[in-house]
C-alpha cells in the first residue's frame, strides 16, 4: 500500500514546474537529481510526463532549494521563497550532488575564498 507521500499527482503543470525550477537554478538533471536524492531516469521522467510529480518530490524541491510551496503547487506568486538568494540555492544543489570527499574539497576552496575575501575587504 503506497503512503499519502508516494501518491502520484495527475497535474502535468507540476511537472512543468519541476523543470522550471531546474533550469531557473541552471542546473543539469544530472546535479538536480542528486541534489534531491533521485534517480536521472526519474527526473527525466517526470520532466517528459512520463512519471507524476507525488508529495515526496515536491518536498524534496521545495526544501533543496527554497522553492515556494504555493508556487509550486498553484504556479502563481514568485518561484523562490522570499529573501532566497538563488546563487546560494544554486550552490547548494551543486554541492549536494558531490561525493563526500569533493564536498570536503568544495568546503577547503570556500573557506579559502571566504579568507581571501576578508582580506580585500580590510585592504579597502
Do not use: C, H
Not at 62 to 85: H, R, Y
Amino acid at each position: 500500500m503506497k503512503t499519502v507521500e508516494q501518491i502520484e499527482i495527475k497535474r502535468p503543470e507540476l511537472n512543468e514546474r519541476v523543470r522550471s525550477v531546474r533550469n531557473s537554478l541552471g542546473l543539469t538533471q544530472e546535479k538536480f537529481s542528486k541534489a534531491i536524492d533521485i534517480s536521472i531516469s526519474y527526473l527525466a521522467g517526470i520532466e517528459t510526463k512520463k512519471r507524476n510529480v507525488n508529495q515526496r518530490i515536491i518536498r524534496l524541491i521545495v526544501n533543496a532549494f527554497k522553492v515556494d510551496e504555493d508556487w509550486f503547487e498553484t504556479g502563481t506568486g514568485e518561484m523562490f521563497n522570499e529573501g532566497t538568494d538563488v546563487v546560494v540555492s544554486k550552490f547548494t544543489g551543486a554541492v549536494k550532488s558531490l561525493t563526500p570527499q569533493s564536498r570536503e574539497f568544495a568546503w577547503d576552496l570556500m573557506s579559502a575564498l571566504v579568507e581571501f575575501d576578508r582580506a580585500l575587504k580590510s585592504d579597502s
